[in-house]
Each structure stands twice: as C-alpha cells, then as structure tokens.
C-alpha cells in the first residue's frame, strides 16, 4: 500500500494514492454525459469533482420549459395543429415539444408522448429522438430503457447526430444494453464527426477516464475545445476546470476563468457556481467572499443545489454577506429538497440548536433522518443524540445505540466514543471479561505496539476486563503517545488540557493535540478548532478540510527512517514533498525519494513513479518509462497477490482493471477483486459488487451485487451503503 500519513487505508483508483485522490476523482456515470443531472465541484472534505456533468439535458434541445410558458415567437398554433392534423410529420413533432414544454399550452406529457409517436412511425429522427428521451425518463410514458434505445437507434442509423450520441451514452451507462465503452465511444465518434458539440464532449470524457479509449488528457482537452469554441456551454466548462486542475493543458487560471465566463454567460449553472468557487479560493482572481456569493447566487436562483447549499452556509457564517440565519435556512431547505445531503445535515442541526430560528425539534429529525438514511455519519450521530436524550422523538437507547453503531461504521469517532460511553454504562460491550483480548494487548505492548498500549489504558481506566487502575492506565497512555498513536496523543492532549490525573500543562496539551492533528484525528483538529474559536463553523463549507501540516518531528522520523533505506519511508518522504505537506514543496527531491525506493524492488513507489510519468507531475510526460514502472509494480503486487496478500490483490486488481502495467483485462480484475473481497478487503468487496452489478468482467448477477456491496455497506463503505438501499428499493 501507499503509506501517505494517517491516509493509509484510502484507495483511489490509482493504486491507494491517497494524497492524489483528489486530483483525480472519477464520477460514477449515473446519468449519460448530456442527460445529466448532477453534482456541482463541491470542494469540502475528500470528495473532489473536478469535472462534474452539465445540469441540462442536451441529447434532446429545447428539454426544459416552465409550465405556461410564452408561445415561441413566431409559431402560429393554428397553422401547427392544421398541418399537424393533416401528417406533417415536422408539425406533429413541434406541436409534442410544446405540449412537453408547457409552451403557449398548458403542459401535457402524455399529449406530447402522442404526437412524438406519430412523428416517429412516419421515420422522423427528431421526433424519434424525443420518443426515446421520453421513455429515459418515464415522462409521459412508463420508463423503458429498452424502447428508448430502439427509438435512439433508429434515429441513429438516419444519421441523426443527436439520437447517436444518445445510443453511444445508453451504451455508456449499460442502460437497455450491456455496457460497452467501446461501442458507446464508436457512437459518439459518429455524431461527433458531424460537429456535434455535445458529442465531441462525449468524445472528451471517454479520453479523460480511458473509457473504450486509452486515458488521455491531452485529448480529453483537444475534444472539450471543439465543442467549447462552438459556444457549448458544458464543454466550456470541462475546458476551464483542465485549465485549472492543469490536465492535457498547462495550468492557466486566466484561461480558466475566460471559459468558465464564456459558459456562465449563457446561464450554466455549473460554471457559474465554479466561478464562485474560484472566487472563494482565489484561484485566477483575488479571494472574493462576497463574488463568491454572487455568482453561487445566479446558480443557486436556477435551482443548482450545490450553489444553494454555498449560499447557505455563507449567510450562516457571514462570509461574504451579511449573517442572517432566516436566508441560511431558505437556501439551504432549497438545496436540502433536492437531496443535498450535506445542506440536510447542517438544516436539521440548525433546527436541532435553534441557531438564530427557533428550536424546532420536528424539523431537525426530519432532515436529520433523510441524511442518515444516505449513509451519513453526522446525521446517524446527531439523530442519535437526539434519540437517546429524547428530543423530538420519544427517548430510545437501543434506536440510538444503532445510530451510533452506524455512524461508528461510517468512521465517526465520536459516535465510537458515544457507544463506548453507552456500553460503559451497563450495556454490552465487547471488551468486558475477555482475559484472552487482555493478553493480546499485553503481547502486543511487549513487541511494543503502540495501539496496543492505547487500548490497554483504556480497559485500565475503564475497569473493563482488569482492576482499574489509573497508574497503569497513564503509563500506557504515555508510551502509546511517544510512539505515534493519534488516539493516545490526542486523549493524552485533552488531559493535560483540563489537569485530569496529570498536572495541568496547556503547552504539553495542545502540543499532542498538534501531533494528532498532522496525522489527521478528527478529533484532535476539531477539539483545536474549539480551542481557537472556530467550532461554530466546523460544518461542511465550501472549503476543504486541511489537516494541519506534520511537525517537525513527524517528518524527521521518516527522514532518519528513509535515509536508513526504509522503502516504505522513502515513499513516504516523496509523498510529502509532491504535495507539499510538512514541508517544502520540491519535484526533485520527490522524484530522488521515490526513485529510491522504487529501485528496491518496492512496488508502491513503483506505481507512483509510472503515474507520475504518465501524468507529467515532477517529470515530462513519458509513456515508456510509465509502461516501465506500471509492469514492474504489477510484477511486485503479483507476487504478493499470488502469496494472499490481501491488499496487492486488490491493488493487481485494479491494474488489471485501468490496464496500467499489464493488458486491460475485466476478467482478470474480477478474479482478484474476489479473491481479496473474499478475505473481507472492503475496497474489493465494493469493486466486486459493482462489477457484477454492471456485468463487467463476469456475468451480469444482480443477487452477487446485492451480497457483495452488502458486505461492504456493514464495513462502513458509503457508495456501497446507497447503492445497495438503492438496489433494494428495485
């Protein structure tokens, strides 16, 4: 694995680069690359979408529509129906778009439906393109994946440009057909060689992700300009965010914020909120709250829920506009109705403190539970709390207790610390008279293991299993803290904070506090955010958490273990300084650390090294050496596969799967990812679901899918979580 500080365990689809991950978040595709409805570049926590679907539906134009819209200028209704009447296929289609749009008549989805048919039976591509939108979407129709692939494709094979983009996204997205990125790329190819904008867009997403194509950026932005110079408002955008993120182009924020500018022009949603974003990090502009809030504003006022959710929490906090709880929570309840789960969260807890509204205990379980019933870790804390102290809801230890459970899956610490207070109390707890566990952990802190030490002092302070025993308990805490553990280090900070069994010493405390901090302890950050004043605004705003940078010692004790010819050390120092983290930044001395470590054989530092020849970061862009350095580290995860290593089968798997190092080969993936989900690796237990959910690799098997990302969800996994609620609902 890629050991990057407290990030370990992350997995990314290159290969557990955890500190890369962001750069290079790939969306899911739920919705096809024109029909798309979806998130906005939110930049808060881990989750970063560079290049997020346009919010329009463009495979059929002129989709939207108000009810009781204006007639168009321009169209005699009379003249429509008349010739409509008489079979003028044209009409016919022009009437159904009208009748879909609730322009200059009142909207009927069902009379639009007819008229399409009609227009579609007489071999009209235009009206067959929107039958099969219609079947998409259920509008008017019952949803039918298939009926919409066979109007698309009869469209298609008139030449249609727009129902041949559509087919290569159903084709895409595994909708009504298997899932062939091929042959969805072969589709956009077509449409795009007719200047279709939305089609060479299509064209550049397959380039950016290596979907039916190899991955390449340079192309990805070759095809996002083409359908940007047309003035296509989506691909301006994607061209902005390379321009800013650096992919295929040179990074150029000037370049970035002309695009972004060029496609907000024509009202995008997304680039507007982009352009706030901008704004609100200064990048490519003076850091600007109160421009940030402006352009969030023209998104949000087109309903763009990210963008409301922005605005929201700038009126909480009074970044940029004037504090005023009452607009937070209008703009917020807007977002939250579209099923933002982060602007439910930050509604319910508003609604659950009062903050400046007026405590309304109903409103806060009920926005609470919607975000708890997406898998989210704050929401099952919070609703948790509230069950167990009975607010809102009648009191209820044991629906609290699986509240916490949940949250605790889902990585909250301080719901683990919740139901570790419960249990102490009376309930059942896992620790309480297992002498067996006592003498791992006293095995464990002889060959010196510093968790080990930590969850010894914890059953000496609780009593659980042992006498207490406060003596024994500080010792342990002591030695676990010198020895890196965050959790003793932070529990460690706390006391000599509040001078509870030590003398009290702020400048001990809020050293250990700071040393947990860099290696990432949510815990420790926030109870230092608290320390500083800034608890109030702990919720998720529009930028991302940081964790503090590592100390000096942090950084020493790898530097003294990676100059010993530590390889895991050696990549840990070259991980440092590619980001910047703890210390300076410097492509050099990354490349001399990671080389290093790559030249024993290590096969992380392998990996990255052809990553980062393929990606051009440190180093000019080289495929050779990038085939060079995948091949090698795909031999050194074999070998550890091969020996039942559970995680470089994962890691082969995913190789197999990206074709980085070895033929792309789904098959192949599929094997490792089962034989490492198969060892309870939550990663492939994921991957493997969601591979015999798409049919890809192995055959189609809904009820493995179900089993698969089922025993994911029970380990916390949260994209496992949704999609197998969602699979449940089916």
Known sequence: MFPVLREETMHSRFFGFALLAALLAVPVFLVSPAFADTLSPVRNGAELLFFPWQRSAELVRELGGKPEQPLPAGVDLQALRRAAKQGDATARHRLGELYRDGAGLVRN????????????????????????????????????????????????????ANAQNNVGALYMMGRGVPQNYEEAL?????????????????????????????????????????????????????????????????????????????????????????????????EGVAKDPAEAAKWFRKAAAQGDAQSQYNLGWLYKFGKGVPRDAVQAVNWLRLAAEQGHVQAQVLLGRMYRTGDGIGKDTEQAVKWLGRAAARGNAEACFNLGSMYLRGEGVPQDEERAMTLYREATALGSEEAELALRKLNGEG???????????????????????????????????????????????????????????????????????????????????????????????AFARQKLKSLSGEEEQSDAAPAPAVAPPPDRDYVERFLKAAKA????????????????????????????????????????????????????????????????????????????????????QFELAEMYKAGRGVPRDAAAAATWYDKAAAQGYMPAQFELGCMYLNGLGLARDEAKAREWLGRAAKQGHQEARRLSRQLKVR
């Open 109 to 160: 989805e069902r009379k639009a439906v007819d008229w399409f048919r009609q227009a579609a039976e007489q071999g009209y591509a235009p009206a067959q393109t929107s039958l099969g939108w219609m079947y998409m979407y259920g509008r008017g129709v019952a949803q039918d994946d298939k009926e919409a692939m066979k109007w698309f494709r009869l469209a298609a094979a008139q030449g249609y």
């Open 565 to 648: 010819g530590d390889a895991a050390a050696q990549l840990q120092m070259a991980a440092m300084y590619l980001e910047g983290h703890g210390v300076k930044q410097n492509d050099r001395q990354t490349l001399k650390w990671l080389r290093k470590a790559a030249r024993q054989d290590y096969g992380p530092a392998q990996a990255l090294l052809g990553f980062l020849y393929e990606q051009g970061r440190a180093v000019r862009p080289d495929a050779e050496q990038a085939r060079l350095w995948y091949g090698k580290a795909a031999a050194w995860y074999r070998q550890s596969a091969e020996r039942g290593d559970m995680e470089a």
């Open 427 to 521: 309930s059942e707890y896992p620790w309480r008279g297992d002498s067996k566990l006592v003498e791992r952990l006293r095995t464990g802190v002889k060959q010196g293991d510093a968790e080990a030490m930590y969850d010894l002092s914890e059953l000496y302070s609780r009593g659980y299993a042992v006498e207490p025993d406060a003596r024994k308990d500080l010792e342990l805490l002591e030695q676990a803290a010198a020895l890196g553990s965050s959790r003793a280090q932070y529990a460690l900070g706390c006391r000599y904070l509040a001078g509870e069994g030590v003398p009290r010493d702020e400048a001990k405390g809020l050293s250990l506090l700071n040393k947990a901090a860099a290696q990432g302890d």
């Open 186 to 282: 072969k589709w956009f190819r077509l449409a795009a060689a007719q200047g279709d904008a939305a089609a060479q867009r299509s064209v550049g997403w397959a380039y950016l992700f290596g979907q039916g194509v190899e991955q390449n950026d340079k192309e990805a932005a070759i095809w996002f300009r083409k359908g940007a110079v047309q003035g296509h408002a989506a691909s301006q955008n994607n061209l902005a965010l390379l321009y800013q993120a650096g992919r295929g182009v040179p990074q150029d924020y000037a370049q970035a914020m002309e695009w972004l500018h060029r496609a907000a022009a024509q009202n995008d949603a997304s680039a507007q909120c982009n352009i706030g974003l901008a704004y609100w990090f200064g």
